[in-house]
């Protein structure tokens, strides 16, 4: 089976380090090829926030001939996905966070339904569970990958005691077992509530915007043969989960509006 890594911190340190004991585990479980695509490597422009790409469509972003089209071929092409960086600033890196804003339309069209994901980070001391969240939920999870696990380290000499060690170590063995399973498995796992809520947020949301997310509502309802539809054509989901996610979905979007009206005051268009 193929992994492929994408990693982004600016120097080969302890985060690949982590990395490279987490194929070395998962070599162990069976035939496993490794391939690391290093972000400080590759020529990905900054984005330049035009919102094409999450409104019109990704073959809008002008920014063409780039990695991020490789990227995406490598993600494509693999059976699973390793998402590897430190933690910067109670974040991820802006190598890394870069390469996300890049592919930020995958967060509303996702692109990975049915795959699976691991998401890998190191720490001095603080910060970690922040960037293994952005990771997981900002990337990995709405790009639409299931998570086998996440794996941090604390790299501070003052955790560096033998039962750290091992607990670090048990921690690396169970996340390369769960993912290697999760990789061999013949039948596909059934839908989650989870997933399938996240799907009819996104479906109902692209359906009462299409005038400003044309790609989003392309996506959801007019392609019957795209990603945006492996919910609905999935025969594994009960009757009962389709109608309460419905219905879940509709209590979910009013609480979000609600939210950011709180946040941002009513909805406003800049147009002085
Ligand atoms: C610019 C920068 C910012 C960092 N910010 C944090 C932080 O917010 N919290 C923390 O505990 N460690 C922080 N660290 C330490 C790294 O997270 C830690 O050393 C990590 O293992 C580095 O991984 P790397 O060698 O793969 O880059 C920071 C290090 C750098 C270089």
Redesign the pocket.
């Known amino acids: 089976m193929k992994i492929v890594v994408i990693h982004g ?3 080969d ?4 380090k982590l990395a490279k004991r987490f194929e070395e585990i998962m070599k162990k479980s069976g035939d496993v090829q490794f391939e690391y695509l290093t972000v400080r490597d590759m020529f990905i422009s900054p984005c330049r926030g035009c919102f094409a790409c999450i409104t019109k469509g990704e073959e809008f972003c002008p920014l063409k001939n780039d990695d991020t089209k490789l990227i995406i071929e490598k993600m494509d092409h693999a059976d699973g996905v390793v998402f590897c960086a ?5 974040n991820t890196p802006a190598l890394m966070k870069n390469l996300i804003d890049r592919l930020a339309y995958l967060g509303h069209r996702p692109r990975y339904t049915g795959k699976y994901a691991v998401v890998i980070s ?7 569970k922040e960037s293994l969240k952005y990771l997981s939920f900002g990337t990995a999870l709405a790009w639409g990958f299931r998570l086998s696990g996440t794996l941090g380290a604390c ?1 501070h000499q003052y955790n560096c005691d033998i039962r750290s060690q091992q607990m670090l170590n048990n921690r690396i063995v169970k996340c390369a077992d769960l993912f290697f399973a999760d990789l061999s498995r013949k039948k596909t796992e059934p839908v989650s509530l989870g997933e399938m809520m996240r799907f009819r947020i996104m479906s109902l949301h692209s359906f009462y915007s299409k005038d400003t997310f044309p790609a989003d509502y392309r996506f959801y309802h007019e392609n019957p043969d795209s990603a945006g539809r492996y919910y609905i054509k999935s025969a594994q989901i009960p009757l009962f989960a389709r109608i309460g996610s419905g219905l879940l979905a509709v209590i979910a979007g009013r609480s979000m509006r609600k939210e950011r009206d709180r946040s941002c005051g009513s909805p406003q268009f800049l147009d002085w």
């Open positions: 911190s600016p120097h340190g302890n985060t690949l430190p933690t910067y600033v109670f190191t720490t001095c001391g603080v910060g970690l790299t």
